[in-house]
């Protein structure tokens, strides 16, 4: 299936109750024959009662069909994105972990 998917802007600071996530990068690599789209972060948890930590992620977005085909009316670029289907999301983890060095791989 296929969707429109409105682009980040980068970067995009999120605060939270107990620190702050970030994304900092967007990237687009070939996997598989095909165009995997995907934004890098990281997590920090510097404001909690309970203690610190943090840790690199990537965010799955799907694979390209059509990259930044056009611009909504926020001026954000809108590309044409096909899903991730369950039983790819395991091998795709793992790629990316080994490639970007990331403790989580997280599916939009």
């Known amino acids: 299936m296929t969707k429109e998917f409105i682009h980040f ?6 605060d939270t109750i107990s620190g702050h996530y970030e994304l900092i990068q967007e990237k687009v690599i070939e996997y598989k024959g095909r165009e995997l ?6 997590g920090i948890v510097d ?21 930044k085909a056009l611009k909504n009316k ?9 899903e991730i289907k369950d039983f790819q ?9 080994n490639k970007e ?7 939009l």
């Open 101 to 107: 060095m990331v403790y989580q791989v997280v599916f």
């Open 74 to 82: 926020e001026g954000l670029f809108v590309s044409r994105i096909c």
């Open 47 to 67: 404001t909690s009662c309970c203690g610190f930590g943090g840790c690199g992620y990537a965010l799955v977005i799907g694979f390209v069909e059509e990259y």
């Open 9 to 14: 802007s980068i970067p995009k600071k999120v």
């Open 37 to 42: 789209l995907y934004y890098m972060g990281y």
């Open 89 to 97: 999301r395991a091998d795709i983890d793992k790629f990316l972990k």
